[in-house]
């Protein structure tokens, strides 16, 4: 496991916009992807992009498709959660995550995530 640190998290009013960065420790890891969840207390970590390190193709969850776009910068290994048009709903704290090897089957985020940040809040008012 790699250590992942998230940034970018905080309070914003709603139709406003966050960006969220993740970066590593520094040590080289094995990355086939990068991914950002969010976790409200009391409900299961939810899942929201995908993007994988080398093609850069993206998967997102319908709730955060259209307002919500994650990027990457290989240069600087920090993958980026850019969140636009915020909603009360999205208050969370939001995870980055990292997928070392393909997806056995079908992409499962329940399963494929390996490493863990340690979440960074973000709290949208109405």
């Known amino acids: 496991q790699v250590q992942l640190v998230e940034s970018g998290g905080g309070l914003v009013q709603a139709g406003g916009s966050l960006r969220l960065s993740c970066g590593d420790s520094?040590?080289?890891?094995?990355?086939?992807?990068m991914g950002w969840f969010r976790q409200v207390p009391g409900k299961e970590r939810e899942f929201i992009a995908r993007?994988?390190?080398?093609?850069?193709?993206?998967n997102y969850a319908d709730s955060v498709k259209g307002r919500f776009t994650i990027s990457k910068d290989n240069a600087k290994n920090t993958v980026y959660l850019q969140m636009n048009s915020l909603k009360p709903e999205d208050t969370a704290v939001y995870y980055c995550a990292a997928q070392s090897r393909p997806s056995t089957g079908s992409f499962n985020p329940s399963r494929d995530f390996d490493s863990w940040g340690q979440g960074t809040q973000v709290t949208v008012s109405s």
């Open positions: 520094g040590r080289t890891f094995s990355r086939y992807a």
């Open positions: 993007i994988k390190w080398s093609v850069g193709s993206t």
